[in-house]
């Protein structure tokens, strides 16, 4: 029922930053469980983060304080702001909603981070 793509994605250096974009479409998004996942080169698909509507939100032990995710309900948007970026944070990061009912996942966006 809901889509999602997801932008933002890129090549930036160490101790950089980047922000995330989730845009989703379809009906009642403001119901869902939105999280990112990432996938590394020859790793498994991780989260790494989870926000509920009403503002839960819970980290992977390798990005808190680091990685903040935020939504707005109103324009159907989920963000991920990723700050002080480590080579080991390059993957490809997916949106990923969570309903009652369903769930989806968005196409990924490329995060690189190198010199």
């Known amino acids: 029922q809901v889509q999602l793509m997801e932008s933002g994605g890129g090549l930036v250096q160490p101790g950089g930053s980047l922000r995330l974009s989730c845009a989703a479409s379809?009906?009642?998004?403001?119901?869902?469980?939105m999280n990112w996942y990432r996938q590394a080169p020859g790793k498994q698909r991780e989260m790494v983060a989870t926000?509920?509507?009403?503002?839960?939100?819970k980290y992977a032990d390798s990005v808190k304080g680091r990685f903040t995710i935020s939504r707005d309900n109103l324009k159907n948007m989920v963000y991920l702001q990723m700050n002080n970026l480590t080579p080991e944070d390059t993957a490809v990061y997916y949106c990923?909603?969570?309903?009652?009912?369903?769930?989806?996942w968005g196409q990924g966006t490329q995060v690189t981070v190198s010199s």
């Open positions: 990923h909603a969570l309903g009652t009912f369903d769930s989806a």
């Open positions: 379809g009906s009642r998004f403001s119901a869902y469980t």
């Open positions: 926000g509920t509507s009403n503002g839960y939100t």
